[in-house]
């Protein structure tokens, strides 16, 4: 018992004197008109409107985001490129982030979309190894994530108990306009009746 305390207490000490490790954002294309550095490779998602969270071996966090309120204050502090000719070159059509080379580990995600109405949706997921990636020079890969919310339940004769998850194993939450909601279930039998009722905790 008196070595469970000493553990919290150390536990408590170090949570106070840690400092979070600030990501690097990257929130645009690769510039055309400049020459990609040879140790650095890109990334693409599966999807539309997110971000993805890496940890490279040193522990450096990397947030690669497509979401328009990170890429659009960027843009506006940088000259859009040219091609040779002149014309402007829209760096929205290049979905590539530039990471430099190396073994990086997914330790979340987050997916965007708008409902019928205009208003914002997030899933937010994280995990300590959601997934491996070796980033090689030159190589352009691309991060599939599958957008399926997923329920898991164990259900007994007294109790019942339910998650929520993303892909690869993940803890999720969902937020509208920005704001994250609660998430209530109705479990009924077979003619309709409510068996439990409750709301789902996030983890």
Known sequence: MTGSKKARAALQDYLKTAQPVRPTLIVSAPDPTVALPADHGYLTPSFDRGALIFKNTAG????????????????????????????????????????PVGEYTLVGYRLCRNDENGERWDLSASGPKLLKVKVKAGVDQQIKIDQTIRFNHKLTSKSINLGIGGDLGSALAIYKAGKRIPVDFDLQDAQGKSRYKGRIRYA
């Open 60 to 99: 450096e966090i990397f947030r690669l985001s497509w979401l328009e309120d990170e890429t659009k204050d960027a843009a506006q502090d940088e000259e859009k490129p040219t091609d040779i000719d002149g014309a402007e070159i829209d760096p929205t059509l290049d979905r590539r982030r530039s990471l």
